[in-house]
């Protein structure tokens, strides 16, 4: 490939060794180029002035203009597609999602600290993502979080519910989204419901997005699958938990599924339900292989639950490269009663799980991800 054609890389690290092993991952690469690097955030701004480079990979802690302070001006200034690099301290998982926040694309954990002599072990991962996040659009990296403020105060005593339109007691009828011969949805409002999501890159901005629209008295639990690393997911959580009116935490083994509380699955452990009684638990799993690369697993997740006729099922399936979910969506469409929701490309960071799962023929409804809580509620009682 003529070195024209390749998407242009800045590395930025305050470390001259790491800027080097960062550089030496993408020697020879057909699609990526190496056009400079930076050794703090305000080196970086300049240098992303000057050379227009696709993507950036930044460090989050830096000297002078740390990673976070320095992402925030180049989405003012110079906006580019970022790529974090993070420690998994409690205090980097936090400003990990932070940068999220932010409008960084994705992040890749050091597997040893701020000087990872090991970088190696990553390397596959981080050429993946700088992959990945150079074909992201510069105008969806500035759409602002709308959802930030909606319930920033959990002690709220009564949240608005939200307002859609009037439907009637009898059960509703489902057309999906491809015309096809496949059987529509029957729904009753006012049965067993469980809701599930899954999502990958972009997925914490999308989770906060529709996490904090759903109100504190929605009639069933939501379960989550999040693809992050161990440590991570529970920072998400708790940031959720913080911003939402319903309960938001990672998942235990043993919790027992109440209403209104989501459960993230942790980073490391797929997310499987066991039946208790006549209630269901948390079962992770942390023996099962990894699924297409992932563990948690979306598939693992919608297929585990699948077996259980106790619910009407509610599956959405967010922003994500890949195609994780599409194999258990169909799993969840042959036993029971479902309704798919995906999110549309307009709002997705990477239209890729979403899209896997519309070419499943299985999605009843495409939208945008500020109005999937809505899209939700409309089948809740």
Not at 11 to 23: P, T, Y
Not at 36 to 53: C, E, V
Not at 79 to 94: A, F, I, K, N, Y
Not at 300 to 311: I, N
Request: hydrophobic content about 40%.
């Amino acid at each position: 490939m003529d070195n024209l054609k390749k998407s242009k890389l800045l590395v930025v690290d305050d470390s001259a060794f790491m800027r080097k092993l960062i550089s030496d991952f993408f020697t020879d690469h057909l699609q990526i180029e190496v056009v400079g690097s930076a050794r703090n955030g305000k080196d970086a701004i300049k240098k992303i002035q000057q050379l227009k480079p696709d993507v950036v990979t930044l460090d989050v802690e830096m000297p002078e203009m740390n990673g976070l302070d320095a992402l925030k001006e180049i989405m003012i200034q110079c906006p580019v597609p970022v790529v974090m690099l993070s420690s998994t301290t409690q205090r980097g998982t936090e400003n990990t999602l932070t940068a999220m926040e932010y409008g960084a694309v994705d992040f890749v954990a050091k597997p040893s600290g701020t000087i990872s002599l090991d970088l190696h072990k990553i390397q596959d991962e981080l050429v993946h993502k700088v992959v990945e996040a150079s074909r992201v659009p510069i105008a969806k990296l500035k759409k602002p979080i709308s959802s930030v403020s909606t319930f920033a105060n959990k002690k709220i005593e009564t949240a608005p519910r939200i307002e859609v339109a009037k439907l009637t007691s009898t059960p509703l009828k489902v057309t999906p989204v491809f015309d096809k011969p496949m059987k529509k949805v029957d729904w009753n409002k006012h049965s067993k419901k469980i809701i599930l999501i899954g999502t990958s890159t972009g997925g914490p901005r999308a989770l906060q997005e529709v996490i904090t629209k759903i109100p504190g008295n929605v009639d069933a639990p939501i379960v989550i699958v999040q693809h992050m690393p161990a440590g991570f997911t529970k920072s998400l959580a708790t940031r959720l938990d913080q911003l939402s009116q319903i309960h938001v935490k990672e998942a235990e083994q043993g919790d027992i599924l109440q209403k209104g509380t989501a459960y993230i699955a942790p980073g490391g452990f797929h997310l499987k339900l066991r039946k208790v009684g006549s209630t269901f638990a948390i079962a992770l799993d942390q023996n099962e292989p990894p699924r297409s690369g992932h563990r948690p697993s979306v598939d693992v997740m919608f297929e585990d639950v699948s077996q259980y006729p106790d619910f009407d099922k509610i599956a959405v399936i967010m922003t994500g490269m890949g195609y994780d979910g599409s194999k258990g969506l169909k799993a969840l469409k042959k036993t029971g009663n479902v309704i798919a929701i995906a999110e549309s490309a307009e709002t997705c960071i990477v239209y890729g799980m979403p899209k896997a799962a519309v070419e499943t023929q299985l999605v009843d409804e495409v939208v945008d991800v500020d109005v999937i809580a809505q899209t939700i509620m409309k089948y809740m009682p």
